[in-house]
């Protein structure tokens, strides 16, 4: 099976602080996401990596970076954390082929206070 | 570009009746269509998905969609609700060659009743 690790469930971070978010995946797949789950939106995509070093930003990056440094993991990073950024944070891999399903983590819920 | 519109927010069942959860989609490329389910707590599963060749697709837990070009629709359906299917349901496109990257729509909330 596929299995995308998320290295928190729950976060409580205060305002102003850098957060790193880390998320591993062990099917060797190129692609790599992490999306913002809010109530009453879904989930949006932040920013996704389709290689090694390689990253492109999605619907809603302000706020964010991101950093791929090997195949495997992807980390989101909030340089300066705020209280809107409080929300669910979702991990996903792919491979690359288009017609291919994600595969989520278990999700990482950050409170910012 | 592309959009998901689920209808209802919310919708409630009683056991042993029809499951209907709407997802409308637009998209103008032939799209990818996927179901997720999530379950509290947890991250999303993926149901059924749907990219070419037959319509009606059938995926895990006795569920299943069909994909209708002419009304843009993709609604997922379960002939007998359990209680166990009480989750958040999202619908999601995709049209590009890049694989997992979704356009959401908003998810519908199922309660299943006793």
């Known amino acids: 099976d596929v299995k995308v690790t998320q290295s928190s469930r729950y976060l409580v971070k205060r305002t102003g602080e850098k957060v790193f978010l880390e998320c591993v995946q062990d099917m060797d797949h190129e692609n790599m996401f992490w999306y913002r789950q809010d109530p009453g939106l879904g989930l949006r995509l932040i920013y996704f990596?389709?290689?090694?070093?390689?990253?492109e930003k999605g619907d809603i990056p302000e706020g964010y970076s991101v950093s791929r440094e090997k195949k495997e993991r992807f980390s989101l990073i909030l340089e300066s954390a705020s209280t809107n950024q409080t929300s669910m944070y979702l991990c996903?891999?792919?491979?690359?082929?288009?017609?291919?399903?994600?595969?989520f983590g278990q999700g990482t819920r950050l409170t910012v206070v | 570009a592309q959009s998901v519109t689920q209808l209802g927010s919310h919708v409630s069942v009683s056991e042993g009746a029809l499951v209907l959860l709407r997802c409308n989609y637009s998209?103008?490329?032939?799209?990818?269509l996927f179901w997720y389910v999530q379950y509290p707590n947890q991250g999303l599963q993926l149901l059924l998905k749907?990219?070419?060749?037959?319509?009606l697709v059938k995926g895990i837990n006795g569920f299943e969609a069909e994909f209708k070009k002419s009304e843009t629709s993709f609604h997922l359906t379960k002939p007998s609700a359990h209680m166990s299917d009480a989750a958040e349901y999202f619908c999601a496109v995709s049209g590009n060659n890049q694989g997992g990257k979704l356009i959401f729509g908003q998810g519908t909330e199922l309660s299943v009743k006793p």
């Open positions: 749907y990219t070419t060749g037959a319509t």
């Open positions: 990596s389709y290689d090694v070093k390689m990253k």
């Open positions: 998209s103008s490329v032939p799209p990818y």
């Open positions: 996903a891999s792919a491979i690359q082929q288009g017609n291919t399903e994600a595969f």
